[in-house]
């Protein structure tokens, strides 16, 4: 089966080595999608201190740049939001930010909710408190 690869021009770029999505029959799989904005360290709800250490930070802004970031991606590969079947979510600090997670989740999947898995975990590769792992059909 063939598969194809994608870069987003407007998602931020990986911090490693892989791209930010897979086609591979009618399925794109989304490498994991964190907050970050494209071009810059910033990550929008995030104050760190010259250490690079987490101060403080807005979950729920964190969220709303992971689903436009998300939402990049899925149309850069030809995808759309309404076409997500499956979300992994990473939060590092459930017990803080589930709610309002889950609250900003019910309504940017109001009318078509994926299947999806949360769970937490105690850190990612940049300082985040959320990162998806989305699958799709194209």
Not at 1 to 22: N, T
Not at 27 to 46: M, Q
Not at 57 to 69: G, M, T
């Amino acid at each position: 089966m063939q598969q194809e690869k994608f870069e987003s021009g407007k998602a931020p770029e990986p911090v490693g080595l892989y791209p930010h999505a897979r086609k591979v029959g009618n399925l794109l799989f989304l490498s994991g999608v964190g907050p970050r904005e494209r071009g810059t360290k910033i990550i929008p709800g995030v104050t760190l201190d010259d250490k690079g250490n987490i101060q403080s930070y807005d979950i729920a802004q964190q969220c709303h740049s992971v689903f436009r970031n998300v939402k990049y991606i899925l149309e850069d590969a030809g995808s759309s939001w309404d076409k997500i079947i499956d979300v992994t979510v990473f939060l590092t600090n459930m017990k803080d930010d589930f709610q309002s997670y889950n609250k900003l989740w019910a309504e940017y999947f109001k009318d078509n909710p994926p299947c999806r898995t949360t769970v937490e975990i105690n850190c990612l590769p940049t300082p985040i408190a959320i990162e998806l792992k989305v699958i799709a059909t194209v």
